[in-house]
T-cell receptor, first 112, second 113 residues
Framework: KNQVEQSPQSLIILEGKNCTLQ??????????LRWYKQDTGRGPVSLTI?????NTKSNGRYTATLDADTKQSSLHITASQLSDSASYIC???????????FGGGTRVLVKP | DVKVTQSSRYLVKRTGEKVFLECVQD?????MFWYRQDPGLGLRLIYF???????EKGDIPEGYSVSREKKERFSLILESASTNQTSMYLC????????????FGPGTRLTVT
């Protein structure tokens, strides 16, 4: 069964600090992996997308990594800001990119 | 920019009522999706549609139906709302063959009392 597991479920960090979120998946065959940011009460918005051949992808202070061999991805937030408080969702696409499996998300709270 | 809009941000309905959730996209996307999002469970696909009048069941279609009479509009229908359908409902759209690149609406938080 295709699964996407995210950890931790939630975390609290101080403004200006860095943090790393984890995503492990069992989806096979693999097409691509995407990280979404979802603000409270809003729909998810895409941050990064990586295919099998990509190891790292950055979007401003967000850097995603992918290890397709171990089926793990991480999202690193650098110099966190209050606006980074949100849920971060890892989504893996299966064959032909048309079957999506969603992780449960990690809720991040940045405190001043 | 792709815009996906949903008819209501918040909705409160009584058990047994028929509920309509509307979703409209303005990018001529063939695919449209309905998800529900519950704490700890992530997003779960209810139904999707790849063309007008075409629909496919997702992972949790029970208790729901959908309608797609026009390309830009996809409706989710709860025939007889129940308390376990209290949830956040998200609509998304994408180009045909690019379901990995979905654009989401703002969501409707439905409470069934």
């Amino acid at each position: 069964k295709n699964q996407v597991e995210q950890s931790p479920q939630s975390l609290i960090i101080l403004e200006g600090k860095n943090c790393t979120l984890q995503c492990n998946y069992t989806v096979s065959p693999f097409s691509n992996l995407r990280w979404y940011k979802q603000d409270t009460g809003r729909g998810p918005v895409s941050l990064t997308i990586m295919t099998f051949s990509e190891n790292t992808k950055s979007n401003g202070r967000y850097t995603a990594t992918l290890d397709a061999d171990t089926k793990q991805s991480s999202l690193h937030i650098t110099a966190s800001q209050l606006s980074d408080s949100a849920s971060y969702i890892c989504v893996v696409s299966g064959a032909a990119g048309n079957k999506l499996t969603f992780g449960g998300g990690t809720r991040v709270l940045v405190k001043p | 920019d792709v815009k996906v809009t949903q008819s209501s941000r918040y909705l409160v309905k009584r058990t047994g009522e028929k509920v309509f959730l509307e979703c409209v996209q303005d990018m001529d996307h063939e695919n449209m999706f309905w998800y529900r999002q519950d704490p700890g469970l992530g997003l779960r696909l209810i139904y999707f549609s790849y063309d007008v009048k075409m629909k496919e069941k997702g992972d949790i279609p029970e208790g729901y139906s959908v309608s797609r009479e026009k390309k830009e509009r996809f409706s989710l229908i709860l025939e007889s709302a129940s308390t376990n359908q209290t949830s956040m409902y998200l609509c998304a759209s994408s180009l045909l063959g690019q379901a990995y690149e979905q654009y989401f609406g703002p969501g409707t938080r439905l409470t069934v009392t």
